[in-house]
């Protein structure tokens, strides 16, 4: 149990578009969701914190108005990387807590963005 | 702020060895910690955690780790690892539960050698 995927596995895109990054908790509903981004040999950066049916909180220094967070429903949190830069080229996963009792992050296998 | 401090960036170690891979944290309080591992393809998978009680915490596939407070440690070990352990480990401390913020370390990178 406690399944978290994500969708795309990788995405290709050109600057200046648009990329959206789906996060599912299969198996549990997640009150909260947490988006990461992780550089090549790093570690993860949590970016935001995403609850369900409110706004997200984001981490100091990210910007919010290029990576938008919707948190629609206790199982689909979304991130979607606008007007796409090469320097937003990164692996972004996202984790998803339950419910009480379940007071342990599940974290999804990862979505690899490049931006040509 | 709290931190994580993994001194290790890669560890090569033979099949059957011992492994040990090392954390630190700063914090003012007791943390909260966690050993996470990273395979090509998969999410990080929780090894163990440490919230309260005894110090040394028994977790999946065979790792165990120690919270040292007076070190501000909590190493992983493994008595004896195998092939399919190599990948990257993350320890990471959470501050306050129920906020539930992970701040990770920088990764180990396992290596097995034959």
């Known amino acids: 149990g406690a399944v978290v995927s994500q969708h795309p596995s990788w995405v290709i895109c050109k600057s200046g578009t648009s990329v959206k990054i789906e996060c599912r908790s299969l198996d549990f509903q997640a009150t909260t969701m947490f988006w990461y981004r992780q550089f090549p040999k790093q570690s993860l950066m949590l970016m935001a914190t995403?609850?369900?049916?409110?706004?997200?909180?984001?981490e100091q220094g990210v910007e919010k108005d290029k990576f938008l967070i919707n948190h629609a429903s206790l199982t689909l949190s979304t991130l979607t990387v606008t007007s796409a830069h090469p320097e937003d080229s990164s692996f972004y996963i996202c984790?998803?807590?339950?419910?009480?009792?379940?007071?342990?992050?599940?974290f999804g296998p990862g979505t690899r963005l490049t931006v040509l | 702020a709290q931190s994580v401090t993994q001194p290790d960036i890669h560890i090569t170690v033979s099949e059957g060895a011992s492994l040990e891979l090392r954390c630190n944290y700063s914090y003012g309080a007791t943390p909260y910690l966690f050993w996470y591992v990273q395979s090509p393809g998969q999410g990080l998978q929780l090894l163990l955690k440490y919230f309260s009680g005894d110090t040394l915490v028994q977790g999946i596939k065979g790792f165990e780790a120690e919270f040292k407070r007076s070190q501000s440690s909590f190493n992983l070990r493994k008595p004896s690892v195998h092939w399919s352990d190599a990948a990257e480990y993350f320890c990471?401390?959470?501050?306050?539960?129920?906020?539930?913020?992970?701040?990770f370390g920088t990764g180990t990178r396992l290596t097995i050698i034959p």
């Open positions: 990471a401390v959470a501050v306050a539960f129920g906020n539930e913020k992970l701040t």
């Open positions: 984790s998803a807590k339950g419910l009480a009792g379940i007071n342990e992050q599940f």
């Open positions: 995403s609850n369900e049916g409110s706004k997200a909180t984001y």
